[in-house]
């Protein structure tokens, strides 16, 4: 179960390397579980990724 402002590390070719779990799509609950769509802000990226990391 994965629940609100969770670290996550991404595991795909994006460049991204973590991210902060901010919502699932298509369900009123603050958790996913497996299988679940959910919206991630990019904290980390590595120099050269097409996603950029966020600015604090």
Same mark, same amino acid.
């Given at each position: %179960? *994965?629940? %609100?402002? @969770? ?8 460049? $991204?390397?973590? $991210?902060? %779990? ?8 603050? @958790? &996913? &579980? ?7 802000? +990019?904290?980390?990226? *590595?120099?050269? &990724?097409?996603?950029?990391? $966020? +600015?604090?």
């Amino acid at each position: %179960m *994965i629940q %609100m402002e @969770t670290m996550l590390v991404v595991a795909d070719n994006t460049g $991204a390397r973590s $991210a902060k %779990m901010i919502g699932v799509l298509g369900k009123r609950s603050r @958790t &996913a &579980a497996i299988g679940d769509v959910i919206t991630c802000h +990019v904290r980390d990226s *590595i120099p050269t &990724a097409a996603v950029k990391k $966020a +600015v604090l």
